[in-house]
């Protein structure tokens, strides 16, 4: 039995709230709802959660349905406390998951036991239902609507001419320390140097499937080849960020994205995105802060759940890692993580970034003071961010990895600027 099926099994009447004018004062679970699995021993995954409560709303009850285990629940909520059992049918067989959490309005945080296999962490958020959009609409959005709500069927994005398009965030301009001298001292980026920038307009989230997938149906541009175990991953996955895109893959992107909206994007120059991911924060060593947090962004650490020293992480992606890595998505479905302080999303992991600028090792040195735009012609473009594969030191916001235009790897996306070349 799936969700859908169920939901016409436990929907609660209008008039039991009727009936007990009390349970209008009481927090309502009742709806779908949709879990983020962080860490379990079976790995990340999701849950849909169809939940009712009855007359007084201290009991719910309702249905959990995933790709590996499905089954009704009753449970106790308190108004911030919520415990369920579940029973689910985990391969032929029945198991009792014990899921306990705290509530603050649309979302939810806890763990599910489950007795020998171990213990998983969770988040949940209320679904909030798509709306009919009219031509600029925000789809999805986190402007209108939590950044949960964006999960397969309703696309981050907007609408223009019935093409769905980046959100994008109007950035102030302004001066700022580019670079960093917190333990890196072999590094390229070593070299903190004082840049202005101009005011400009980048996404909110990384490119996805779903957003590109409308760039090749407009244009018949060519469709990026599937990552090996990642099954129908632009089609199953529309919220995740686009991956095996070249530079001029997301050049082209660009191009067109500006012929449908009669403005010029481009992609980000690396002054322009360190000085969003930063937002004002001087001198940091990660988009947060100076400490790794490792519930922060979708790194390889966040699926071991610890952080590694080198030949630990070496280990793990000779064994565990590879499999996984060849048998799921790595990636996460755009906004699964805090936005930053201006309300920009996934600027550390789920996938490098393509930058406009060509890349120069000792580029810092020679840079202008305003606007720098990278030199006027090298052989492989600049990408910031870090990926899923990555580990934190290879994630601070000053890092840059490059490669050349043509490369198209799994973990490189990219996002978007308004502006024309400066």
Do not use: C
Not at 171 to 182: D, I, L, N, P, R
Not at 291 to 319: H, Y
Not at 329 to 349: C, E, H, I, K, Q
Request: glycine share 10%; net charge negative.
């Amino acid at each position: 039995m799936n969700l859908k099926a169920a939901i016409t099994l436990i929907i609660v009447s209008p008039l039991l709230v009727a009936a007990n004018p009390s349970w209008a004062e009481t927090p309502d679970l009742s709806g779908p709802w949709a879990f983020q699995v962080l860490t379990s021993p079976n790995g990340p995954g999701s849950r849909e959660v169809l939940f009712a409560q009855d007359r007084d709303g201290t009991r719910v009850f309702g249905f959990v349905d995933s790709n590996s285990a499905s089954g009704r629940f009753v449970g106790t909520f308190d108004g911030s406390h919520l415990e369920f059992t579940a029973v689910l049918e985990f391969g032929g067989q029945p198991l009792a998951a014990d899921y306990f959490a705290t509530v603050t309005g649309d979302t939810m945080e806890g763990r599910i036991e489950y007795g020998l296999y171990g213990v998983a962490t969770f988040v949940g958020q209320r679904v909030v239902a798509e709306t009919t959009a009219e031509n600029n609409d925000i789809v999805g959005s986190a402007t209108d609507a939590t950044i949960e709500a964006a999960r397969t069927g309703d696309h981050f994005g907007l609408l223009h001419d019935g093409h769905l398009a980046p959100e994008m965030l109007t950035v102030t301009g302004g001066a700022f320390q580019m670079g960093s001298s917190k333990d890196d001292a072999d590094k390229d980026y070593n070299m903190p140097h004082e840049v202005t920038v101009s005011n400009f307009s980048m996404s909110r989230f990384q490119v996805t499937n779903a957003q590109y997938a409308a760039f090749i149906e407009a244009t018949g541009y060519e469709t990026p080849w599937e990552p090996k175990g990642w099954t129908g991953y632009m089609a199953n996955y529309p919220n995740h960020p686009v991956v095996n895109v070249s530079w001029h893959d997301a050049e082209a992107y660009t191009n067109w994205l500006s012929e449908l909206t009669g403005t010029s994007y481009r992609l980000p120059t690396e002054a322009e995105w360190e000085y969003a991911a930063r937002a004002g924060k001087q001198g940091l060593r990660y988009v947060w802060g100076d400490e790794w947090d490792n519930k922060a962004a979708n790194i390889s650490t966040w699926r071991m759940g610890f952080v590694p020293t080198r030949n630990e992480w070496k280990e793990w992606w000779d064994g565990e890692g590879e499999q996984m890595s060849k048998s799921q998505p790595m990636t996460t479905r755009v906004g699964s993580f805090p936005a930053n302080d201006w309300g920009f999303y996934d600027l550390t992991g789920n996938v490098w970034e393509w930058m406009y600028d060509w890349y120069q090792q000792d580029y810092y040195k020679v840079s202008p003071a305003l606007d720098p735009m990278g030199p006027d012609m090298a052989d492989e473009k600049v990408l910031r961010g870090g990926s899923w594969y990555n580990k934190p030191d290879v994630s601070t916001v000053a890092t840059r990895d490059r490669y050349a235009t043509t490369v198209r790897l799994n973990y490189n996306g990219f996002r978007v600027v308004e502006g024309s070349d400066k």
